[in-house]
Nanobody, 125 residues
Framework: QVQLVESGGGLVQAGGSLRLSCAASGRTFSRRSMGWFRQAPGKEREFVSRISWSGGSTYYVDSVKGRFTISRDNAKNTVYLQMNSLKPEDTAVYYC??????????????????WGQGTQVTVSS
């Protein structure tokens, strides 16, 4: 069992930065790829980024590439999403998720076993 708790969301002006954190409980964190998803008002939840369980591989959707950075600290059971140059279209509830055990590159929601409760990010223009 893995429990995930996100933090770090808030209100920021366009061009600003936020750093999201996702603290995980459980013994399997270091063997799970971790992902970030987001859901904007009136839209479906979408995949944003993922990091492999070793931290050696990352992936970003085109809309955030070059602006967002995902990282993890397995000693602290925490995954981060550094978001720079934020745009109003980044406004959404951001969720972290834990991928299936030892899966290298999960992307679809069904490939993630555990989800956090979400943290709101609002970017004003």
């Amino acid at each position: 069992q893995v429990q995930l708790v996100e933090s770090g969301g808030g209100l920021v002006q366009a061009g600003g930065s936020l750093r999201l954190s996702c603290a995980a409980s459980g013994r399997t964190f270091s063997r799970r790829s971790m992902g970030w998803f987001r859901q904007a008002p009136g839209k479906e939840r979408e995949f944003v980024s993922r990091i492999s369980w070793s931290g050696g591989s990352t992936y970003y959707v085109d809309s955030v590439k070059g602006r967002f950075t995902i990282s993890r600290d397995n000693a602290k059971n925490t995954v981060y999403l550094q978001m720079n140059s934020l745009k109003p279209e980044d406004t959404a509830v951001y969720y972290c998720a834990a991928g299936r055990l030892l899966m290298t590159a999960p992307r679809e929601e069904y490939e993630y076993d555990y989800w956090g409760q979400g943290t709101q990010v609002t970017v004003s223009s």
